[in-house]
C-alpha cells in the first residue's frame, strides 16, 4: 500500500518557523510530482507548493519567499520549510503524489495519493 506520513507540524507564533517532512512509501518516488496542499477552516484544498523529479518548482504567490520545497529521492521524503509564518497560514498541510510532471494548477483530488493532514497554527 502507497502511504504518505506527514511530521512537523504544531503551534508557532507569528514570525516563526517550521519543518514539514512527508515519508513515502510504496510507490517509485523519483518518477512522480511531489506537493504540498493546505486547507485553511471552512476554505478549499490550495496548492501551496510542488517538485517535480527534475526539480522544478511552483510556488503559490502567497507562500513565495517564506516557503521552501525539496525533496530527497534517496530517503523518499519531500520537505517544507516555513519561515516567517503568518497567522493565515494557519491550516491542514497535505503531502501528495502524482505519477510524471505537475500540473499546471492545483489540482488537490487530481493527485494520486494523499497523506492524512498536519495541522499548522499560527498564533498572532
Known amino acids: 500500500d502507497v502511504q504518505l506520513l506527514e511530521s512537523g507540524g504544531g503551534l508557532v507564533q507569528d514570525g516563526g518557523s517550521l519543518n514539514l517532512s512527508c515519508v513515502a512509501s510504496?510507490?517509485?518516488?523519483?518518477?512522480?510530482?511531489m506537493s504540498w496542499y493546505r486547507q485553511a477552516p471552512g476554505k478549499e484544498h490550495d496548492l501551496v507548493s510542488s517538485i517535480d523529479n527534475d526539480n522544478r518548482i511552483r510556488y503559490a504567490d502567497s507562500v513565495s519567499g517564506r516557503f521552501t520545497i525539496y525533496r530527497d529521492d534517496a530517503k523518499n521524503t519531500l520537505y517544507l520549510q516555513m519561515t516567517n509564518l503568518k497567522p493565515e497560514d494557519t491550516a491542514v498541510y497535505f503531502c501528495?503524489?502524482?505519477?510524471?510532471?505537475?500540473?499546471?494548477?492545483?489540482?488537490?483530488?487530481?493527485?494520486?495519493?494523499w497523506g492524512k493532514g498536519i495541522l499548522v497554527n499560527v498564533s498572532s
Open positions: 510504496g510507490l517509485t518516488y523519483s518518477r512522480r510530482c
Open positions: 501528495t503524489d502524482v505519477r510524471g510532471i505537475c500540473p499546471s494548477e492545483g489540482n488537490f483530488y487530481g493527485m494520486d495519493h
